[in-house]
């Protein structure tokens, strides 16, 4: 059955939640304040690179079952179930998440439901956020306790994200227990196609809800982190992290994914989140429940560290005047995403240090450039190494996997390469005459 359906927030995830809508039968109207992106969208245009939503996009504009607007009143009178997908950034003054961003969707929305509706958040928020805006709805709403808050967390990965909209490996849902009205009736009408394939549900109470979604991104950021402290260690022992990391994924119990030992995680989702748990933590008072993060950040922060200080040494000591070529800028391939960037923090940091670096990204130059203005950018990864003294593999692109040794080994000065994401053949790199590092490896 097909549901009319508003989005708040036409961002990375509200702008693909719009449009998995749509292609699940739904029609849809996406709001934002910002006037420029809303006409874009409504061209058809995906401000952001990400593979198979500007064709999701525009098949959906065109069919008119998608449409964007900047006018909140008009989601209002169309839509009986609303999501929320604004933004939750770091604050700039400490660690916690920026609430004004949802405060102000749901203080905009809210007197405006003179008819049943229901709200589903989205967004990554501070647990106990739910509550508080479910009460808030009751209060501004003109249908009182017919407007009817859930939390419905999304786990979708950048450069999946229509895969993980169109089918979810789990929904989960959470109500308020005392109240439960029909959110739950509505979930299940707008979320039947993933149910009909048997797609686990967890319906459960907000807190709960808002706490899956954190510590869902803080066990995988702990478990990075924890597989570049053990390549730490095998570095000083001259023992090899991929194969310890295959060895150990063979245990069901810990599986393989997420060991991938390197330049550590970024972007705009698992650095925020675990320091905003940590911040909310602490104001539960609870904050000895998860100093660990800390130490997570700390090790996830020192591998960028470790790459400059590594490259200073394969270089010759002085990283004045050397030549670095930076394959990658984005935090990690198929995507344009530059926001906490392993790979353009490295870069900008042997910028400062004094080196000729010269970067290249698929599609994350545009935005590399924006925070990096002084950094020297090539159109392909030829013209990035081009005369290098060292090449540093910093974002496991497929057009850098697939590179030949011997070609690029003809444009560098210097066959010395650091695979900060342990992704390239090494036999291969070495026997093509190449010094070959990578981070916690057997190094040639
Ligand atoms: C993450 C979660 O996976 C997703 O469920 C949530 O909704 C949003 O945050 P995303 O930020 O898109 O998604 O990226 P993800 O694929 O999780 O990778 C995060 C970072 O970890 C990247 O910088 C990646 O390079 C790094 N990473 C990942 C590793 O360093 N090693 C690994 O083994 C896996």
């Known amino acids: 059955m097909s549901e009319r359906i508003s989005v708040i927030g036409t961002g990375y995830l509200g702008a693909t939640h719009a449009a998995g809508m749509a292609e699940l039968g739904h029609e849809v109207i996406g709001v934002d304040v910002d006037a420029e992106k809303i006409e874009r969208l409504s061209r058809g245009e995906v401000p952001f690179y990400e593979p198979g939503l500007p064709e999701l996009l525009r098949k959906h504009v065109e069919s008119g079952r998608l449409r964007f607007t900047t006018d909140i ?23 916690g998440a920026d609430m004004v961003y949802v405060d102000a969707a749901i203080d905009a929305l809210a ?32 249908v009182g306790d017919d407007a009817q808050l859930g ?28 109240q439960p009205g029909r959110i739950e009736e509505v979930a299940r009408r707008v979320y039947a196609d993933a149910l009909a394939r048997e797609t686990p549900i967890v319906v459960t109470d907000l807190a709960t ?21 053990v390549a730490e260690v095998c570095d000083a ?26 330049l550590g995680f970024g972007g705009g989702c698992l650095p925020k989140d675990i320091r905003a748990f940590m911040a909310r933590a602490g104001e539960l008072g609870v904050d000895q429940a998860l100093t660990f993060l800390r130490e997570v950040d700390a090790v996830n922060l020192r591998r960028r560290q ?63 450039a924006r925070v990096w203005p002084t950094l020297d950018f090539a159109e392909s990864p030829q013209g990035a190494v081009q005369d290098a003294d060292l090449v540093i593999l910093a974002t496991e692109w497929r057009q850098f996997r ?28 070495i026997a093509a005459g190449w010094t070959y590092r990578g981070l916690g490896r057997h190094s040639g």
């Open 73 to 95: 009143r008009e989601a209002a009178e169309f839509a009986d179930v609303h999501f929320i997908g604004v933004g939750t950034p770091q604050l700039k003054s400490g660690y």
């Open 209 to 229: 809800a808002e706490l899956v979604k954190v510590s869902a991104n803080a066990f995988l950021a702990t478990k990075i982190s924890f597989i570049n402290a």
């Open 111 to 142: 007197p405006l439901l003179t008819r049943p509706s229901v709200i589903l958040g989205k967004s990554t928020v501070p647990v106990g956020t739910a509550a508080r805006l479910a009460a808030r709805v009751r209060e501004l709403a003109p």
């Open 306 to 368: 470790h790459v400059v200080e590594l490259a200073e040494r394969e270089v010759g000591g002085s990283l004045v005047g050397a030549r670095i070529a930076v394959l990658g800028a984005a935090f990690k391939p198929d995507s344009d995403d530059v926001r906490d960037s392993p790979a353009l923090d490295v870069a900008g940091q042997l910028h400062l240090a004094g080196a000729h670096v010269r970067v290249h990204d698929p599609e994350g130059m545009v935005n590399a």
């Open 402 to 429: 697939d590179l030949d040794p011997e070609e690029v080994g003809r444009l560098v000065a210097h066959r010395r390469i650091i695979d900060g994401r342990n992704c390239l053949p090494a036999e291969r790199w």
């Open 151 to 178: 939390w419905n967390p999304e786990f979708l990965r950048e450069g999946f994200a229509v895969e993980d909209t169109l089918r979810p490996d789990r929904l989960v849902l959470g109500v308020d227990p005392v």
């Open 237 to 262: 022992t001259g023992a090899d992290v991929k194969d310890l990391a295959d060895a150990i994924g063979y245990d069901d119990r810990i599986g393989r994914k997420f060991l991938g030992a390197g």
